[in-house]
Antibody
Framework: QVQLQESGPGLVKPSETLSLTCTVS????????WSWIRQAPGKGLEWIGH???????NYNPSLKSRLTISVDKSKNQLSLYLSSVTAADTAVYYC?????????????????????????WGQGTLVPVSS | DIQMTQSPSSVSASIGDRVTITCRAS??????LAWYQQKPGRAPKLLIY???SLETGVPSRFSGSGSGTDFTLTISSLQPEDFASYYC?????????FGQGTRLEIK
């Protein structure tokens, strides 16, 4: 059974870069897509972005200019870098594995769509942004 | 971005009750919707995907239905461990978005 564990600094100062690592155990990081999701205190869930097993990334446009997601296959780790943070970035940050369902259909030619869900999550790590 | 609106924001119910939570998408998302359960201090847990497919290991008292813009999560007979917050998530397009959540409380 796959397990995910986030790690990172307990506190980040405004304007600095937030760096988090997610260590994956029980499965190979090469086999799946992986994502970061965050939840501000008392608020709902916000998708940050994801990375495919080939290294292709897809970012939330609201964060794209400040965001980098990467994978270290040798360490079975996923990383998040969010630059120029403000208090609005204070949240619990979760890493998650993606479950993909594929829909194949005919529309003049055969086409395929992927749809993404989050089927395994880390416990989350709270990252306050404060001076 | 697709806006996901859940109702109600909170609901009180008793053990054994049947509870329905609704999620409405701001545009047609076909059947590409998931439901999650989140308990305080814990990560969300996937319950339902593709609107009505039960995730492995999830009790059969949970069910999902709907397509297009209107979806429901039904818990057929509430158990003590079901008191939690529930979120819908659209999987039709990027950016992926979630509903604001529904808090299920004990009456």
């Amino acid at each position: 059974q796959v397990q995910l564990q986030e790690s990172g600094p307990g506190l980040v100062k405004p304007s600095e870069t937030l760096s988090l690592t997610c260590t994956v155990s029980g499965d190979s990081i090469r086999s799946y897509y992986w994502s970061w999701i965050r939840q501000a205190p008392g608020k709902g869930l916000e998708w940050i972005g994801h990375i495919s097993n080939s290294g292709t990334t897809n970012y939330n446009p609201s964060l794209k200019s400040r965001l980098t997601i990467s994978v270290d296959k040798s360490k079975n780790q996923l990383s998040l870098y969010l630059s120029s943070v403000t208090a609005a970035d204070t949240a619990v940050y979760y890493c998650a594995r993606l479950k993909i369902t594929t829909y194949n259909y005919w529309s003049g030619s055969y086409k395929s769509e992927n749809h993404y869900y989050f089927d395994s999550w880390g416990q989350g790590t709270l990252v306050p942004v404060s001076s | 971005d697709i806006q996901m609106t859940q109702s109600p924001s909170s609901v009180s119910a008793s053990i054994g009750d049947r509870v329905t939570i609704t999620c409405r998408a701001s545009q047609d998302i076909s059947r590409w919707l998931a439901w999650y359960q989140q308990k305080p201090g814990r990560a969300p847990k996937l319950l339902i995907y593709d609107a009505s497919s039960l995730e492995t290991g999830v009790p059969s008292r949970f069910s999902g239905s709907g397509s297009g813009t209107d979806f429901t999560l039904t818990i057929s007979s509430l158990q003590p461990e079901d008191f939690a917050s529930y979120y819908c998530q659209e999987a039709n397009s990027f950016p992926i978005t979630f509903g604001q959540g529904t808090r299920l409380e004990i009456k």
